[in-house]
């Protein structure tokens, strides 16, 4: 079972609060996809100000760029496709594949001041009001938001068209186990 592969260029916008890659249907087309190719998936997804978006389906994206040095890094990530944006967004776990940052972003200090961006401070004597959390609270009840399963490496199944039910059952199971993007309670507002 294989699949013709079009590799295109496309701006993404890397959002490490997304807990999945979510598609465009523009963006699928322009990769030679077709709605009726996508995975089904019962699947529900909100954004961070809770508005529903609608999910066609999901399908298996390679993403890939070339890091400072040049090098080549890339992932293979499951992204749900919508027709509620024409964009591409990654998620974190997506981020952490292709090194935009690391496995314990968001950790403050976390950057060397060797690593600092052009252009900002050396603020280890200074204050920042940036927020903050207290982590003695015990009374919030709202759920942990944590990353999904990690994605298996191969197929329990050799990639041949007798094995395609099989398959497609394996895939519909991957899906159902990642949990949705983000969950809102009215103790964190």
């Not at 996809?33 to 999901?58: D, S």
């Not at 298996?60 to 509620?84: A, F």
């Not at 600092?116 to 709202?142: A, F, K, R, Y």
């Not at 298996?152 to 068209?161: D, F, I, Q, S, V």
Request: some cysteine.
């Amino acid at each position: 079972m294989t699949k013709r592969t079009n590799t295109v260029a496309i701006s993404t916008i890397a959002d490490t609060g997304c807990q999945s890659c979510l598609a465009g249907i523009k963006v699928i087309h322009r990769l030679g996809i077709h709605q009726t190719e996508l995975i089904p998936v019962n699947m529900k997804m909100h954004t961070a100000n809770n508005k529903g978006i609608t999910i066609l389906g999901a399908t298996i994206l390679r993403i890939s760029g070339k890091d400072d040095q040049g090098r080549h890094v890339e992932t293979r990530q499951m992204s749900y496709v919508t027709d509620n944006s024409d964009k591409l967004f990654i998620s974190r776990e997506a981020c952490i594949a292709l090194r935009m940052i690391s496995d314990s972003f968001p950790t403050i200090g976390e950057i060397d001041d060797t690593q600092q961006t052009p252009g900002t401070e050396n603020s280890h004597n200074s204050t920042n009001n940036i927020g903050s959390v207290n982590s003695l609270d015990t009374t919030c009840i709202c759920p942990q938001r944590k990353l999904p399963p990690p994605m298996p490496r191969n197929l329990p199944y050799p990639a041949t068209e007798d094995n395609l039910e099989k398959i497609k059952q394996f895939l519909w199971t991957i899906i159902n186990l990642v949990p949705s993007i983000h969950v809102i309670t009215s103790h964190c507002h």
